[in-house]
């Protein structure tokens, strides 16, 4: 597959959407951290959830802080199939990672390995006391990460930049 394919405008038609490569599908993501989560419902549409996320291109993994009461945590724990939609502000630049989730344990001890994985998602803390009630916190919300193993990673562009 070339880089990108060339897009190609047509009075009345606009510019034609540009394939994104598999390296700019992962700095594309990597530069952004908010997406749509779609996961399936029980009568299989979708169900959308705004969502933070990290992305592990080494990996092929977006981990994703939730709480274990929310209503997309159940969906995937009943099936596990997912998608991630990142769109840029302007709308023009889209990416979607699928893939199959995995539900980490709750955190339930603060420090714990969900907890430490949690406190990966955000940045450092300058106050170690800051850090140990980030623990807390995760501990006392029933905190838990989502982790997208990602099979299939596609998408375009109407932007020339790209």
Request: hydrophobic share 40%; no cysteine.
């Amino acid at each position: 597959m070339t880089d990108i394919q060339q897009a190609k405008y047509e009075p009345g038609r606009g510019a034609s959407p540009t394939r994104l490569s598999a390296e700019q599908l992962g700095d594309f993501l990597a530069e952004h951290q908010m997406g749509a989560l779609a996961t399936i419902k029980r009568d299989g549409h979708p169900h959308l959830s705004t969502v933070a996320y990290q992305w592990n291109p080494a990996a092929r993994l977006i981990s994703i802080g939730s709480t274990a009461d929310r209503l997309k945590v159940r969906q995937l724990v009943r099936d596990p199939h997912a998608a991630l939609y990142v769109s840029s502000p302007d709308h023009l630049t889209f990416a979607v990672a699928e893939g199959t989730a995995e539900i980490s344990p709750v955190s339930t001890v603060p420090g714990d390995a969900t907890g430490r994985e949690l406190l990966a998602l955000f940045p450092g803390f300058d106050n170690p006391a800051d850090t140990q009630a980030f623990l807390a916190n995760m501990v006392e919300d029933n905190r838990l990460v989502i982790r997208l193993r990602v099979t299939k990673l596609y998408g375009d562009t109407l932007a020339g930049d790209r």
